[in-house]
């Protein structure tokens, strides 16, 4: 640059806060720090202009940086600096001797490490653990980020949260709060969430140690955080900086790099700059408007009007009512109705995380109200608190969610086909053929773009969410913004808001995805008729108009919105209520006197570890949830157990000795395909002398101990475990590890091959790439061809010939065989016990559950103890392995058949739909790409043979409470069917 | 064979169009037109724009990868456009086989066709593992051999264009000529059919023809793609990475196609290797392997002799970069030619690369991600970045990203 000037001035524009620093004489002579709102010109503009007032028309070498910079810097024509590469500058220039900093950002994460050259990383796409996650979890919590701050300080106990998304994360704080964890605790939580996945993601292995800086905003406003880091990263206290300038770190960064490379202009001349940059053009990527004049809204509005149920006056009702109470994840919701079926009373409010409260004063205030005039004959609890509720207040009948709203909708529309309910937290689908309960659908823990969703976009743009939906209405140009996940639909916001898109077509685009997340992901229709003709839609979420419109111009047909619609699973439950005849329903002097204390305890009754909730009531009762089986109710456990091939087959792989071999130990990792293939191994290396140790059941204590090597963050759990398998292993000092590569799995003669999935097959080539076992253990990770056995055999001398000498081919081959015939008696008695559970079952009547997965989905940390769930509401459980030969492959596939593990699937899918008692319920573990293959394929096997479907997905965390309605859904539906 | 299967009859080779995805247009041009003078009336899709991926995300799971949800999307997109009588069509598509998820592509196409109302519309999948029956479409070995040829001319065009393009003096001239080339080979191979001699003349002539293309004399800085391989290729998978890159100052190299292709035979080689699978067929294969191995090593001298532009590695040290990283049995997806192809660009000097993936992509786990460390372990002037392409990822975070790695490129 010729032009030398005094100031220098760098802007860090990022996701969601601008930041501007002014240098002269290499000192800070104007510094400001705030959020821009997605207003990005007008921010950057109003600092340009606090500027001028300081210096004048002095001229300024200028460089911009930041995610929402770039396009600014192109579009103004003023140097751009990468922000990483600003930290870089800025820490070369201010703490030259630093090793690593540590940057948070809005909705990036970042580590650079100094020594032995430079090494930039940043998140990837799909990574949580950002200023962005800890603001979404403040309002989940319902405090700012400052409050969020303050409780964490004064924390006793930390849980575990997953932090990879904020979606993940509400599901394992929801229930947490549910259940009366302290927020002080949850709060500290958060940063730990925060701290891991910064560590785990970002670091990789690498350590993190001498000086490290650390930047960013929330790494600058938020106390917890840093304390969580020093705790966690053990550094010493005067190697952890946090620099008053932590905020600006990157603004200071791109003045220092504008001196030599700055674009050199008055503060007027780069406002005019930025005033006359053309526009970023708009992005053609816009929707049609909901409505095209105010008469189409008119008429729709009239239309819906329509759908309304009665109500009658509680003040001079005279006679018998009947309560509903339908206790969700988030809300809480009561109607209480008359004779006629008219609602006396209603209530829909946020649960305050204690529905129990809730509940109390709400039956004060009904029981107030009615006085002698109204008696209430009957009363029925419906939702996750359900069991609760029932328990506390003496409510007479539980009933299934899904029956629940089926009964309400089918009040506005007895005809109904397809009831399309989308609420707070969840999106519940069901198809009605001949009046009963055809097919159910619910959303993944990560699809959930439901109504809390767009709540929070509402909050973040600064509106309400009544205001903010009716702004969509008039849009003119809704913004497309995709049908994925909450986290990418964070960036398309965003994104769009850099383009210029108004804040309605922002809330049209939204409401517009919000349809399309529940149609195409959640329903999977490719056509409106797919859905029938008579389709209600309900549940708070379809208030908003914008929605209800966005649906049926998806859809291309009028759909039916009860005026109640977010009120439905109440107002049926109260329906259902009006069949019984003696009510128990706590009475008003006892409901005066009604204590209730809920207390958190561990079940150490297994190795689930069940986080339990012990509530006690005023009247001496109890009711304990959390729990998987009765062990944790303290109660004496009778009778036999109820079958459990999971069981069953963790007892197997549990009993196979260790043994005293002398020629080494052989450590086996015991995730992935090990659940398979252990008695293969296991005897191939007994036969060879060995001593065989397998590394302890997964615990999330051991996932936590190789987190730290996982480069692919999206990969599955049941993979990602592996590290800490490995990890174990090392501990145990072994002699050599043992996970081979396998292109081929079990040739079960059933599909045109017998693969694994690429991670199944291949995943050691990770584990010795990313985990510096070379000078830590021996790892042996051959490529076998399993189906060979002389092949086999060389394979197996071959690459143990390197670490314990060469074996005679006689002893190998016949270690093979030793090996081969202990797999396949081990596979015999998995048949035989699947077969003899199956007899016990249907002599003692109970249904029978074909729990499909993988063989790893048997491990307690992967299925979350789902299997002991099933036992426990009565239903015997099979895995696919143990049933799959009892039938024969479906003859016609809509796939191509070739993996081993997942062609099991499509046979127990057929023998669950030969078999009139048995039901299939598919375990799907987050990230598996190959069950987007299988899923829609299993679906179809079932559902074209007249079954139910039902999927549960599963990671590192799952939410139980929304496993157990899913499964009750599925029961409530066959019982219901079954007494047609 | 799976379900909702079609037959492409020989009656329906007299007057069906064949629609086929454009993942590369060089290369994929001159193979279809290798298959036209087969008899085949083949048309690439050159169609674009938002309703593709929303097609996709409409006709199949979303959770299927990316490159999935374009090319269903892609193919919907031109059948419902009313462009085609839907009853004279075909569609074909190329497809590698194996563990990965992608050896379902052929089915996903045919669910999505039938969901849409058009599963009487016959798909092709061309294969190196071997056909699926259909008795109107069969490729001879001479046709098998010109596409050889197609593949190594369109490798060489897509090179000579990537070398000149960011120096270019006449904006566009690069792609031009590589375009009237293309054409030129296509008229030239169609006209006097081929051989070998021929065709180092023509490697020869475009040599020629791109060097005397005016370029700047500056050196810029190199910038490597490799990926899955429709990602990697394909515009429409990676927002046109490979406009962004020249756009921000970069050469941009990609290793080609041919690669692909002998990765996926010396992968039955590697089987026999290992396992001793295929003991029948690998003197055939090891042949044929050899045979292509030959003509690619044609190509390489011709362009070092010529002395101007950068030649690819052989493939057969692309086989050996490997050593110490990860084993060639590791043969799903891109398998290990993915850090082969890292490992390549790095010794041959080009530093910066941007690893390409659909989300979720599952041998890229292993084969992307996971060969990171150990290969900036021991390369540590290499400047990797992993970039996810989905079908709502986030451009301004790719961007930034991509930024970040210009911003520490060598």
Known sequence: MDVKTEYLLGIDIGSTTAKAVLIKNRAVVYEKYARHFSKVREKCCELIKEIGNIIGDSPMSIAISGSAGLGLAESAEVAFIQEVFATGEVVRYMEPDTSCVIELGGEDAKIIFFDGGIDERMNGSCAGGTGAFIDQMATLLDVDPDTLDRLSLDYKRIYPIASRCGVFAKTDIQPLLNQGARKEDVAASIYQAVVNQTIAGLAQGRRIEGKVLFLGGPLYYCEGLRRRFIETLKIPANNAVFPAYARFAVAMGTAIYAEKNGTVLTGEQLLSRINLAPENTVSQNRLPPLFADPKEYREFKSRHSGSDVKRCDAEAYRGNAYLGIDCGSTTTKLVLINEDKEILYSYYASNKGNPVEVVKDELKKIYALGGNRIKICGSAATGYGEELIKNAFGVDIGVVETIAHYTAAKYFMPGVDFILDIGGQDIKCFRIRNGAIDSIMLNEACSSGCGSFLETFAKSLGFDIEEFATRGIFAHNPVNLGSRCTVFMNSSVKQSQKEGAAVEDISAGLSISVVKNALYKVIRASSPDELGENIVVQGGTFYNDAVLRAFEKELGKNVVRPSIAGLMGAFGAALCAMRVKDSSLIKTEELNNFTHQAKSAVCRGCTNNCHLTVNTFGNGKRYISGNRCEKGLGEEFSGKPLANLYRFKRGLLASLPEGDGTVGTIGLPLALGMYELLPLWHGIFQSLGFKTVVSSPSTRRIYEKGQFSIPSDTACYPAKIMHGHIEELIEKTVDAIFYPCLTNNVNENSGNNHYNCPVVAYYSELLNGNMDLKDRTKFLYPYLDINNPSQLAKGIGKCLEGVFGKFSSRALNKAVKRGIKQYKEHMKLIRLEGERSLIEARENGSRIIVLAGRPYHVDPEINHGIDTLINSLGLAVVSEDSICHLTDMPVQLGVLNQWTYHSRLYRSAKFAVENKDVQLVQLVSFGCGVDAITTDEVCSILENGGKYYTQLKIDEITNLGAVKIRLRSLLGALDEKEGE | ?410
């Open chain 2, 1 to 410: 064979m799976s379900g909702n299967y079609v037959e492409f009859t020989k009656e329906m080779k007299k007057d069906y169009t064949i629609l086929a995805p454009n993942m590369l247009p060089l290369q994929f041009s001159l193979i279809a037109k290798v298959l036209e003078t087969e008899g085949y009336n083949v048309e690439l899709l050159q169609n674009s724009g938002t309703n593709i991926p929303e097609l996709g995300l409409k006709y199949c799971h979303n959770d299927t990868c990316y490159p999935a949800i374009l090319v269903i999307g892609q193919f919907l997109d031109a059948l419902l456009s009313g462009k085609y009588d839907t009853n004279k069509v075909a569609l074909l598509y190329f497809q590698t086989g194996g563990g990965c998820r992608a050896s379902n592509y052929i089915s996903l196409i045919r669910k999505a066709l039938k969901k849409a109302g058009l599963g009487h519309i016959p798909v092709i999948s061309l294969s190196l593992r071997g056909l699926e029956k259909h008795s109107g479409f069969k490729l001879s070995l001479s046709a098998l051999h010109r596409c050889v040829y197609a593949v190594l001319y369109g490798d060489l065009l897509f090179s000579l264009r990537n070398q000149c393009k960011p120096y270019e003096l006449i904006s566009g001239a690069a792609q031009t000529l590589a375009e009237e080339y293309c054409d030129k080979l296509i008229r030239k191979m169609s006209a006097d059919g081929i051989s070998f001699k021929k065709f180092k003349a023509n490697c020869s002539l475009i040599l020629d023809a791109f060097a005397k293309l005016p370029r700047k004399k500056e050196k810029k800085v190199q910038v490597g793609i490799v990926g899955e391989i429709y990602v990697k290729f394909s515009p429409l998978g990676n927002n046109n990475l490979e406009q962004l890159l020249v756009d921000n100052g970069a050469e941009v190299t990609i290793p080609g196609l041919f690669d692909f292709f002998m990765y996926c035979m010396y992968n039955q080689i590697s089987d026999y290797i290992l396992y001793k699978k295929g003991r029948l067929f690998h003197p055939a294969i090891k042949f044929a392997f050899n045979f292509m191995l030959k003509k690619q090593a044609e190509v390489i001298r011709l362009i070092k002799e010529h002395g101007v532009f950068r030649a690819p590695a052989k493939f057969s040290r692309v086989i050996e970069l490997t050593e110490g990283y990860i084993s060639h049995g590791c043969k799903m997806g891109e398998g290990w030619l993915l850090p082969a192809e890292m490992l390549e660009l790095a010794d041959s000097g080009v530093k910066n690369i941007v690893c390409t993936q659909p989300f979720g992509c599952l041998p890229n786990h292993i084969c992307g991600k996971g060969m990171m460390k150990p290969i900036k372990d021991r390369n540590p002037d290499i400047n990797i970045v992993a970039i996810d392409y989905d079908a709502s990822a986030s451009q301004v975070n790719q961007v930034n990203r991509i930024k970040l790695m210009l911003a520490n490129a060598k």
